[in-house]
């Protein structure tokens, strides 16, 4: 019987993740072990518009796993939006003899792999984002190492905080969710956390929790803003300081939450999630995003993904607000 794919492209898109090195590693590996061939393409759509490739093999992806960032490269393509540069992305496939793509990366990788699907292409997704705003998916390649890599800055600047009872105002990434927000904020014991989810209430959600920490006795404060909140953390430090006149300092974590070494859990996450990736598309599936079902790798269709909403966990967000006395 022939086999669904003989040889598979694989490229990482949009802002990188840790973990996705380990993705990369997974679907080269398991495809050596399948019998497929494997091409790395550089720069995301960029690179397949480009023919901007690299051939990879068993010992290529060697140690890759505990690496940050992408060894493929990442990118954010403005003319793979134009008819033009698709063609070319798909002529640069037929030449290399790609019959099927697996692209790491968030919502926007999936929709231009949609586009590649119409054209013929085999494609599968892999959610790799330090967000975790991927609906289909509870858990998304890289949020592990970024939230660990916040709460450990956090940690240590609590202790300035503390020496000069001061007030912290931190913003951590998240432009339209406030997973990493809320996550880090009940890991590291927030005054407050603001996230983009939620219309801010300056006196309810950040002044009270603070006067209620003073009144028990607290002289330093730590407040976990998102970076998509409304006027973002310069803005939320300059409303304290005019309620409460505390000695407000703002740090904005920023890109150093995209690097670093993965933790085990999204080398794991990743290395599953490449085999899924491979495994699919030798039993002739296309069109499909792997993803995570509380511990449990499963796969949906990528129009039914894109079309699926992920709000802020529930629960998470009680025990943050049970904890920081918000009512
Ligand atoms: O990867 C997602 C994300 O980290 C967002 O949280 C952030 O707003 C954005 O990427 C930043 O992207 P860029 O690296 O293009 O500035």
Redesign the pocket.
């Known amino acids: 019987m022939e086999k669904a794919v003989r040889r598979i492209g694989v490229f990482t898109s949009?802002?990188d993740?840790p973990g996705m090195n380990a993705a990369i590693r997974s679907v080269v590996r398991t495809a050596i072990h399948m019998g497929i061939e494997c091409v790395g393409i550089r720069r995301g759509y960029h690179g397949l518009i480009n023919g901007d490739f690299v051939t990879l093999n068993f010992d290529s992806v060697s140690g890759l796993s505990r690496r940050g960032g992408t060894m493929l490269y990442s990118a954010r393509s403005e003319d793979f939006k134009s008819e033009v540069g698709r063609e070319r992305a798909v002529a640069t496939c037929k030449l290399l003899g790609l019959d099927a793509l697996v692209g790491i990366g968030g919502d926007g990788t999936f929709r231009g792999l949609l586009t590649l699907a119409d054209k013929g292409l085999s494609v599968i997704g892999i959610p790799g984002?330090?967000?975790n705003d991927i609906a289909c998916s509870t858990y998304t390649i890289g949020y592990d190492t970024a939230c660990n890599t916040a709460v450990e800055s956090i940690d240590k600047l609590r202790d300035t905080m503390q020496s000069h009872e001061r007030c912290s105002v931190v913003e951590v990434?998240?432009?339209h969710a406030g997973h990493v927000a809320l996550n880090v904020g009940v890991a590291c014991g927030a005054t407050a956390v603001l996230v983009p989810e939620q219309v801010v209430n300056y006196e309810t959600d950040l002044v009270e929790p603070i006067r209620r920490a003073r009144l028990s006795g607290r002289t330093h404060f730590m407040i976990i803003v998102a970076?998509g909140v409304q006027g973002g953390a310069y803005e939320v430090a300059k409303q304290i300081h005019e309620a409460t006149a505390l000695d407000t300092r703002v740090t904005i974590l920023g890109?150093v939450q995209?690097g670093g070494a993965p933790t085990v859990r999204d080398r794991v996450a990743a290395t599953y999630m490449g085999y899924e990736a491979v495994r699919l598309l030798a039993e002739g599936k296309t069109c499909r995003v792997v993803a995570m079902d509380g511990e449990s790798y499963v796969d949906y269709d990528i129009h039914e993904a894109l079309a699926m909403k992920k709000g802020l966990d529930q629960q998470t967000y009680t025990v943050m607000r049970a904890l920081t006395g918000v009512q």
């Open positions: 949009g802002g993740a984002t330090i967000d990434m998240g432009r970076e890109h995209r």
